[in-house]
């Protein structure tokens, strides 16, 4: 009995553990800080004309921005721009919780929905922009990733 309620006790912990892990991780609309509300759309569109010369610091394949497909490309111009977004979870803080892109610190990455015509959600695409303005393409939602090469 005593094994019981302390097997239960443990589970709860950890669930809790998790949950306040999945909540400080994810900020909640209008509550983002200032810094992910305006670095990755300046970085962004301060860094369009330097995404040329960016060098892919991780891995990973790359894909030539020409070589997107047109969605993607209308949301690097969308980032570039700096706006505005169609989705209310466009330029939100990514976590990089699956440990693909290289480990920064918390707040680094930032993602973008990349329009998946016939789909009545988000879809699974989407462009992680860095701040150091490295670009990174996902078709399956973040189980594997392309860096984008620019201006090529």
């Given amino acids: 009995m005593k094994i019981q309620r302390l097997t239960a006790l443990i589970a709860v912990l950890l669930g809790l553990v ?4 999945v909540l400080l991780g994810t900020p909640q609309p209008g509550t983002a800080p200032e810094a992910a509300r305006t670095s990755p759309s300046r ?3 301060a ?6 010369g960016v060098v892919n610091p991780s891995r990973l394949a790359e894909i030539k921005a020409s070589e997107l497909p047109a ?3 209308q949301t690097l111009n969308l980032i570039a721009k ?6 209310s979870r466009d330029n939100v803080q990514f976590g990089n919780f699956e440990r693909i892109l290289p480990q920064k610190s918390s707040g680094y990455y930032h993602e973008f929905t990349v329009v998946t015509p016939g789909e009545s959600d988000r879809g699974a ?3 992680i922009v860095g701040a150091g303005g ?3 393409y996902t078709a399956d939602h973040y189980a594997s990733f392309k860096f984008i090469a620019e201006g090529k």
């Fill in 18 to 21: 998790v949950l306040a892990f």
């Fill in 43 to 45: 970085s962004a569109a």
């Fill in 47 to 52: 860094s369009t004309t330097q995404a040329a």
């Fill in 71 to 73: 969605e993607a490309r």
């Fill in 82 to 87: 700096g706006g505005p977004y169609p989705y």
């Fill in 125 to 127: 695409r989407r462009i």
């Fill in 134 to 136: 490295e670009k990174y």
